[in-house]
């Protein structure tokens, strides 16, 4: 039904730049909200931002204005543009997706319907 995609990681070195993509399909046109989270190593997972269907963006105090989400006009893509990379920013980035929700005030530690299977990001000295 439902997938997440996605792409564009790789490795890059410090004060490099990413462009993360996530795509999903299988979703009807609606409200819909969709959330990067990332995972570094031997860490818990934390949210990076999320984005409803209006274009509305949230973001966790720490994280805000760090990256850059945004979206294609279809809304069944969205991007992660993340710049000045550090090496502290190595993880495994993951997209997930609620379709047919707005995204909580407390998106970052809700349980989302799909998830992509992750892209890793390694950010080297």
């Known amino acids: 039904q439902v997938q997440v995609r996605e792409s564009g990681g790789g490795s890059v070195y410090s004060g490099g730049s990413v462009r993360l993509s996530c795509s999903v399909s299988?979703?009807?046109?609606?409200?819909?909200?969709l959330a990067w989270f990332r995972q570094q190593p031997g860490k818990k997972r934390e949210g990076i931002v999320a984005?409803?269907?209006?274009?509305?963006?949230k973001y966790p105090n720490y994280m805000e204005g760090k990256f850059t989400i945004s979206q294609d006009a279809a809304k069944t893509t969205v991007y992660l543009q993340m710049n000045s990379l550090k090496p502290e920013d190595t993880a495994v980035y993951y997209c997930?997706?609620?379709?047919?929700?707005?995204?909580?005030?407390?998106?970052?530690?809700?349980?989302?319907?799909?998830w992509g299977q992750g892209t890793q990001v390694t950010v080297s000295s």
């Open positions: 997930a997706s609620d379709p047919y929700k707005y995204c909580s005030a407390f998106w970052s530690n809700a349980n989302f319907d799909f």
């Open positions: 299988g979703v009807i046109s609606g409200t819909h909200c």
């Open positions: 984005v409803d269907s209006d274009g509305s963006k």
